[in-house]
């Protein structure tokens, strides 16, 4: 193999490389986002806003029933 050969092969090699590093550092932000998601509020915080909401006509009547 001559030296124009090797050195085009290297360079398809780096061409090749080059999106798929790409790639990679795009999957993992996505699975970085993906991990960072905000905790779910103590039951004790979202009961209050439960509590707060009005009764629509269909779950009031099983209350009262």
Same mark, same amino acid.
């Given at each position: 193999? !001559? =030296? =124009?050969? +090797? *050195?085009? !092969? #290297? &360079? /398809?090699? $780096?061409?090749?490389?080059?999106?798929?590093? @790409? /790639?990679? %550092?795009?999957?993992? =932000?996505? /699975?970085?986002?993906? @991990? %960072? +998601?905000? #905790?779910?509020?103590?039951?004790?915080? $979202?009961?209050? %806003?439960?509590? &707060? /909401?009005?009764? =629509?006509?269909? *779950?009031?009547?099983?209350?009262?029933?």
């Amino acid at each position: 193999m !001559d =030296g =124009g050969t +090797k *050195a085009a !092969d #290297a &360079a /398809r090699k $780096r061409v090749a490389e080059c999106p798929l590093a @790409t /790639r990679l %550092e795009q999957l993992r =932000g996505q /699975r970085a986002a993906c @991990t %960072e +998601k905000a #905790a779910a509020a103590p039951w004790s915080d $979202r009961l209050l %806003e439960l509590a &707060a /909401r009005a009764l =629509g006509s269909d *779950a009031a009547g099983m209350v009262i029933a």
